[in-house]
């Protein structure tokens, strides 16, 4: 692991949901970027090349610690994805309130050419959401509904 440079903490003043970042050498903190922005973008901490047709992981250099009942939820920057077919490839991704590891973005390239990654480039934006655990059981039957096992494309296009 990097050596750590600084602790930290951004807070919603609304909701009270508190996320720290520990921050390896030479990271950035997440930052949102319009105050309208439901994400903060977060930056590469390393250089790399994504081939065409290829993904790699990059890292941010974060290390998260999340309020239990919260998530980080990893997407795709819009811009990225639009103009160099760049897009985080588990999105969203998930970050656990009980990870402590740095968040790594799995971006893949469907561009037709390589794609460089320089350290400080904004590659993907994290949401933070509530989780909702919901109990679970086994039952003999299920409910129907109209759609019933319909599944891909069976509601139609329009």
């Not at 309020?67 to 588990?90: D, K, P, T, Y």
């Not at 003999?140 to 891909?152: H, K």
């Amino acid at each position: 692991m990097t050596a750590v440079e600084e602790m930290i903490e951004i807070e919603d003043q609304d909701t009270k949901t508190s996320v720290k970042f520990k921050l390896a050498k030479g990271a950035s903190l997440p930052a949102y970027e319009t105050e309208g922005s439901s994400g903060l973008d977060i930056r590469a901490n390393e250089d790399s090349i994504i081939e065409s047709g290829s993904w790699g992981m990059v890292g941010t250099g974060l290390f998260p610690e999340i309020q239990q009942g919260f998530e980080i939820q990893v997407r795709s920057r819009s811009g990225l994805a639009a103009r160099n077919g760049i897009f985080v490839l588990n999105s969203p991704g998930t970050v656990d309130s009980d990870y402590r590891g740095e968040i790594k973005v799995i971006l893949a390239n469907m561009g037709k050419d390589s794609f460089m990654i320089k350290k400080g480039d904004r590659v993907a934006q994290i949401v933070v959401c509530p989780v909702i655990h919901g109990k679970v059981s086994k039952v003999e039957e299920i409910s129907n509904t109209d759609r019933g096992s319909g599944g891909f494309g069976s509601t139609g296009i329009q």
